[in-house]
């Protein structure tokens, strides 16, 4: 298989609510803030050819279905989804996707699915050949959501993918569809049932998602004032990290503008932290 990064729609997002607890001091050292107080977040993908015989996207950034209002209101700086073009410039067109698999559907990891705002229409799904994974603890969660992350789900969105035959719901650590090549581990610090994929296994990749959005996520006791459970979170975390430096598996990150993939180390003081940073990956392959 080979492995490209693809760049979604970056958002502007207050800086304090990237990291929870932590203070200013420490975090704006690490992701300096703009004059509003904003840091700039990648919603990054992605794209997997020759996967257990399927061309599998991960992640699908938050496209530009909002209406311009909530668009502002959350950041979102393109008034277009940047997810085709980037998948173009990867070789890829939208027929080509047969899978999507999704670790969460918040707005911001599956609204890349839908065809971009146009006032008085209701969008559609983009991939015309695709099937969807999903993991089937986070599907009851989006179809009946807590007041808390009401807003950060797309009601239409759980209607357009439960087409029965499409959709692809995940209990275990497997799937019917993408077999061996992809393993999954779940965390319900940030969301119910997020679901973190390792792509080929020992030596290959992991997507974090916002279990560890980017590299300063990585340090064991920062979290995001998005996660409901933050401690919970930095326990999954720790296994999870453990779990990867073992079986020496890159992570992946959706929302670090700069670094698509690192290498998790623990340094001489037994904190966590990440090398061989890499901007992009471009044609991996596993
Ligand atoms: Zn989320």
Redesign the pocket.
Known sequence: MRIWSVEGNHQRLDGGAMFGNCPPALWQQWLPPDEFNQVRIANRSLVVDDLNGHTVLFETGSGAFLDPGLRNRFGIEADHNLLPDSLSAAGFSLPDIDVVVLS?L?F??AGGLLTDWQDGLEPELLFPNASYIVAAEHWERACRPHPRDRA?FIPRLQTLLDTGHRLELIDSDRSVTLGNDVQFRFSDG??PGLMLSIIGGDGGLAYCS?LIPGRPWVHLPVTMG?DRYPEQLIDEKKVFLDEMMQRKIHLVFCHDADCAQATPIRDDRGRYRVTDECPTIVALEL
């Open positions: 969460h918040h911001d990891h950060s940030h969301t916002d998005f």
